[in-house]
């Protein structure tokens, strides 16, 4: 008997005339015999010495999944058995094509003659296989040329942006690429995730390490003027984000990755583009999260509309799948969507107005603070106007004030360097004004009889 870990022991045994063996816990493994010039004997056989324990194999994989390689050169592959607690672990490696590529049992492989081979790791516990696709050249492949995608970038401070480059050709023996920054003062690169610092421009060059090929991306970075949106939700008291791919949420909306642009696309349905990045929220890729990583407005998977719960609290519904509304009921760290009952709070949102220079008020102490110096009345209006109480202005400075109906549309523009009345010849209904100066920005629900 031979001790070969992880509780498996293996068995040679000789001269047996049974067919089935019997061990001393009681359980029996069937014998496959044959004859010798002395008497019977049976192959090697494994037996688990405590099958009370055995973690069965459910997948594997294989890194790396490609391989580019010349003639005679090598390249280690190494296999990762899912669970990481599997009993046995144990696999092997057989090659789709060994004139071109050889690999031993240690997963090491070997170029033979160009081509290309399939390389296959399977599991000796549930035959569970990954394979790495391999492509063996004669010689080196130059590379010809490499192009970024995008090449323009705008992005507000704080921004990110992925370029991805294109090497070609498609065979090259070496697709390795550096990036660097003209201007790091104003954005930085890194694996060609570049990252707005500060108002200017600056060009991203790509290189590529095998024959210094090079293409550039122009990048802009600005501070976004207008109103923008901050997103709370109701039951958390947290703000949406642009985290990345997805929707992501947090207690406090600290940069331009909390702002947003409500753009209208007709009278029902609205964008939601973050003001960092430029992205819009979407659920095209349905995976589960709310993302935030395409730009194309004419998605109806990143068109919304609003179902107002009240003047004050709203559910943002999808336009391509409508029963699909944005939430946070299971509190994944990134916003989910699908369907939500009327009173769930997790799916009630407020948009609260805030400019792209200055972050809206963040604390009760501060909103009480504002709204005790900024008012609207009577409210509700009558007779086709209503006056604005404003703070004493900076000299020059002057507010802009913004009528939104219930659908985000923009209906009454007006500006006032001091207190002063506002008229106009809105319908009955529920309104939201916005006043926005250098020094206040503040959101007031009016109603018009």
Known sequence: MTNAGNGWYSYTFTNVTSTNLIFNDGTSQSADLSRNKTGWYMNTIWYDSNPGTVVAVTGVT?????????????????????????????VSYSSGNTAVATVNASGLITAVAAGSATITVTTQDGAKTATCAVTVNASNVAVTSVSLSP?????????????TPTVLPANATNKNVTYNSSNTAVATVTNGLVTAVANGTATITVTTVSGSKTSTAAVTV????????????????????DAGTNVGYGATASNNSYKWQKIAIDATYFVLKNVAT????????????????????????????????????????????????????????????GNSQDGWYSAQWQLESTSASKMA???????????????IYPNPSTDNQFQVVLPELESGDVAAITVSDMSGRT??????????????????GIYIVSINSKNSNVTKKLIVK
């Open 62 to 90: 294989l890194a790396p999944t490609t391989a580019t390689l010349l003639i005679g050169a090598t390249q280690q592959v190494t296999p990762t058995v899912s669970p990481a607690t599997a009993t046995n672990k144990a």
């Open 151 to 163: 090449t323009t970038v705008s992005l507000a401070v704080g921004g990110t942006q992925q370029l």
């Open 222 to 241: 600005s501070t976004p003027t207008g109103t923008y949106y901050t997103i709370k939700n109701r039951w958390t008291g947290a703000y949406l984000s």
């Open 278 to 337: 430029g992205e819009l929220i979407n659920i095209e890729g349905q995976t589960g999260s709310v993302q935030c990583n395409i730009t194309d407005t004419t998605f109806w998977s990143a068109q919304w509309s609003a179902d107002y719960i009240d003047g004050t609290w709203t559910r943002i519904r999808n336009r391509w799948q409508s029963g699909n509304i944005i939430h946070v009921e299971n509190q994944t760290g990134s916003a989910q969507y």
């Open 361 to 375: 008020l963040n604390t009760k102490e501060d909103v009480e603070a504002e709204n005790a110096v900024i008012t």
């Open 411 to 428: 209906v009454l523009t007006e500006k006032l360097a001091a207190s002063g009345q506002i008229n106009h010849h809105l319908a009955s």
